[in-house]
């Protein structure tokens, strides 16, 4: 789940320790109301303007499902080091403007920024830009564009970087640069049964 938190990071890791004050008020995984009980936390690190560093995640566990939910911060992408706030403007300005990713790496203050990186946020972007449009139309009206990448970046900006990576994660399990490849579309890992043996 996503946590809503519109203030710094300095200030989201004096407030997260309360374990009661930010506590959900359902599983989103069996949806039982008021079965979640604290769980501790976990690390993580994130890169963010003025932040380089690890922050506690909090954790609940379902008294239902007897699942554990993470309450991730919403300025921080799932399985990506790098926060919102960091990868939205170096997209806008490789994608949209044209700029070198050298150049729109140091306009997102991510100066020296390793070439592969900023190559993987451009592929993955560009793998998820038409699901990216098709699920932002609950938001916003369709952008018309040259291509899928230019109107999911329109659209995007049109709703602002964070809020729609908060509409996106919560409310349809979409990923703002696609979900890692061990991942099922919808978010979750994918477990398979092995086939049964031949008769």
Known sequence: MLHPWAGSIQQYTEEIADASRYRPDHCPQ?????????????????????????????????????RTVSLLPQFALPYLRFSVALIGPFLMARLQVGRTLAT?????????????????????????????????????????????????????QSIGWIAAHRFLFADLRVHLLGWPEFLAPDGRAATLRPAPPPT
Not at 135 to 144: D, I, K, R
């Open 30 to 66: 069996c949806q039982a109301a008021h079965a979640l009980t604290a769980h501790g936390f976990y690390r993580r690190t994130l890169v963010d303007a003025g932040f380089d560093g690890s922050i506690r995640v909090r954790r609940y566990r379902c008294r239902s499902c007897r």
């Open 104 to 156: 729109a790496a140091a306009l997102a203050g991510l100066p020296g920024m390793p070439y592969q990186r900023g190559q993987f946020w451009v592929r993955r972007f560009q793998r998820q830009a038409r699901t990216l449009c098709a699920a932002l139309v609950a938001w916003t009206t369709p952008v018309a564009a040259s291509s899928f990448v230019l109107s999911a970046l329109q659209m995007l």
